[in-house]
């Protein structure tokens, strides 16, 4: 997911589609066609995904159909594709390497069919964990997580997925232990030391992904075509033709049909003793359910009809779904995002695409493996490359750096850390770099994790929600909660003050205009007040704001006596708090130029106003005083030091010194 991800559909007219027993009937040929398209997108991906993950070839399959058959009934996300995701790789590899398992580097052994079996073991909690997490309704618990982070955490899992598939790519196995780092220094010897045959496989299909997403734009009639069953296309006769043949190099599939139940494989419990399991317990959990709650919002904010899914029944569903997987050999899923875009982009109307590009998955694997087993390793490893490019891709970075210095190196962090340690460590680097910054900007500890709050009733349908202290991720729990209390639950209209506040941090400001277009849905208003009272730290209207100084601009207009009343009205009621005013004498120079000034009795009027006032103060005087009247107007920029007056007044108001 990237920064640039998730933004608002513009909702289209007419009936909402809704995955019912009527909707599956009456949109049929709209999410047969999606689920078709999208089956052609997941097949090779899952495959390659498990193959990347040490798990059998068939394993991501069987994920990816549980969750359609299973998940579709209990979730009410009407388009998000369920199924195995390249972000958890990097967590089931390691699980299957803490018990002794090599992800099949050496082939199949004993020793890597134990291992998988103890993670299909940490699998069955971890899928029970989620479904008391939804059960507890504790999905809000997603918000907490920084973007910086998060993102930080997929860019390196995307460096991860590049390094191990690298070798795949070129026909070479990797020397040592296989860690991200001594993967990626040893890039130029797999290089030298390619399989030719392997690495002109690998090499095609990794041009037609990258190259094939441009095609697709040119050409509308290629619109439809995934890149991934074009790699298909090309890979599996260029294989044939090169005389590819052996198991080394091509996935392993069952050989007859109906071989697929052959493949289903089974939990060892036992391997739960190990106090090793419980960590990876942990890992499945935390990062699975997070992704998934990430990507399913950002799947309701593409949706067209802005319908939004309840997260705590979608991770109930995704929890149950893993169940049913981890009992049989699948892969842990989630609810992912690139194929529940194609989804939307093919066309889906509801839910039931999901189950249609379940259903083609089930066919296909039960009737045909022996087709799949012709898929060069190479081909899929091309697919994964390109997948963590995307999670890796430099536009990554740049957008986060236009959201803030911070951010970045909160982002930088977050990367390097896991890639240097494991993604539980790095991911809580990266928060404790997050939480030192704000204590660097003077955020005091006591409202770190708790939001100051005071809400009052403006009138019969709007409530005003005043925020002071600051407003920052690890106190965005509590704060949203009140204002779904007040706002969603009490269906008012809401007001949120924020010029008391000290800082406001880029998790805050997404969360807000992800509010506003929640209330938006409900068909209420919501309106966010005091912010051009801060300095934003970039050029981003989501990134964060410091009140200790704020870049404003004074704005001095000297005018005779009779035409300074006008302007005065005029820059109050464009938004000027407060005004300056000054008696000044005025000489201006007659045509003669040997004649003396002649004086001119005026005023001075100052003001020192936010970016936004400051648009409409010269919007004003240029529209309706300077055509027609002498003036003398001066705009610079200044740095204006803020102080939390209300709370001083409300300190002192405490100790009887001042009047409130």
Not at 177 to 183: A, N, S, V
Not at 311 to 325: K, P
Not at 400 to 429: C, H, K, N, P, S
């Amino acid at each position: 997911m990237s920064y640039e991800t998730a933004k608002v559909a513009t909702m289209p007219t007419g009936e909402i589609p809704r995955g019912d027993a009527a909707g599956f009937v009456k949109y049929f040929r709209n999410d047969f066609v999606s689920g078709l398209l999208v089956f052609l997108i997941a097949l090779p991906l899952c495959i390659g995904i498990s193959r990347a993950s040490g798990f059998p070839s068939l394993a991501g399959v069987f994920t990816a159909i549980i969750g359609a058959l299973l998940a579709t009934f209990i979730s009410n996300s009407e388009l998000t594709i369920k199924g195995p995701a390249a972000g958890l790789i990097v967590i089931v590899l390691g699980c299957i390497n803490s018990f002794g398992g090599d992800g099949m580097i050496g082939g199949w052994s004993e020793i890597d069919a134990a291992a998988y079996q103890a993670t299909l073991a940490v699998g069955v909690v971890a899928a029970v964990l989620q479904i008391l997490f939804g059960f507890f309704r504790a999905g809000i618990l997603g918000e907490f997580f920084p973007t910086a982070v998060v993102h930080g955490m997929l860019a390196a899992i995307g460096v991860i997925i590049i390094a191990k598939q690298i070798p795949d790519a070129l026909g070479v196995k990797p020397n040592g232990k296989g860690e991200p780092l001594e993967l990626l220094r040893q890039i130029p010897e797999f290089v030298v030391n390619a399989n030719p045959i392997i690495a002109i496989i690998g090499g095609v299909s990794l041009a037609i992904m990258f190259v094939w997403p441009t095609v697709r734009k040119r050409i509308r009639a290629l619109r439809l075509i995934p890149g991934p069953l074009v790699v298909l296309v090309v890979a599996i006769p260029l294989g044939i033709a090169l005389d590819v043949h052996s198991d080394q190099f091509l996935v392993k599939m069952p050989d007859e049909v109906f071989g697929m139940f052959k493949e289903i494989a089974f939990p060892d419990f036992s391997a739960l003793r190990q106090a090793v399991a419980w960590k990876w317990v942990l890992m499945f959990f935390m990062i699975g359910s997070l992704e998934s709650l990430l990507s399913a919002k950002a799947v309701d904010l593409l949706d067209p009809w802005r319908r939004k899914a309840n997260m705590n029944r979608d991770i109930i569903a995704v929890g149950t779904a893993n169940l049913a997987a981890s009992m049989i050999g699948g892969l842990p899923m989630i609810s992912e995002i690139v194929r529940s875009r194609a989804n939307l982009d093919n066309g889906a109307k509801t839910r039931f695409a999901n189950f249609w590009h379940g259903i083609f998955l089930l066919l296909c694997v039960a009737f045909i493996p022996m087709v799949l087993h012709l898929i060069p390793l190479a081909a899929l490893a091309a697919m994964l490359v390109y997948t963590g490019s995307r999670l890796a891709h430099p536009t990554e970075f740049m957008n986060v750096y236009r959201i803030g210095r911070e951010q970045f190196v909160i982002f930088v962090t977050t990367l390097v850390a896991v890639l240097m340690t494991d993604l539980l460590i790095g991911i809580a680097i990266g928060i404790a770099v997050k939480l030192a910054i704000h204590f660097l900007n003077g955020v005091p500890l006591r409202s770190m994790f708790k939001p100051y709050l005071e809400i009052e009733d403006i009138d019969e349908t709007t409530s005003l929600i005043t925020a002071s202290g600051s407003a920052v991720f690890s106190n965005w729990i509590p704060f949203r909660r009140q204002i779904e209390q007040v706002g969603l639950v009490q269906q008012r209209n809401l007001v949120i003050d924020m010029s008391n506040t000290k800082l406001i941090d880029h998790n805050v400001m997404e969360k807000l205009d992800e509010m506003q277009s929640i209330f938006e849905h409900e068909g209420l208003e919501f309106e966010v007040i005091g912010l051009d009272t801060m300095q934003p730290m970039a050029n981003s209207s989501q990134a964060s704001r410091d009140k200790s100084v704020a870049v404003q601009r004074r704005i001095i207009v000297i005018a005779e006596e009779q035409v300074a009343e006008v302007i005065r009205d005029g820059l109050l009621a464009c938004g000027a708090r407060s005004l300056a005013r000054q008696s000044v004498e005025r000489f201006l120079q007659p045509d003669d130029s040997s004649q003396p000034m002649i004086p001119i009795q005026s005023e001075r009027l100052e003001v020192v106003v936010t970016q936004d006032v400051a648009k409409k103060i010269i919007a004003f005087l240029r529209n309706d005083i300077l055509p027609l009247h002498d003036v003398e107007v001066c705009v610079e920029h200044v740095d204006k030091i803020q102080a939390d007056f209300a709370s001083a007044r409300r300190t002192a108001a405490a100790t009887s010194k001042l009047p409130l």
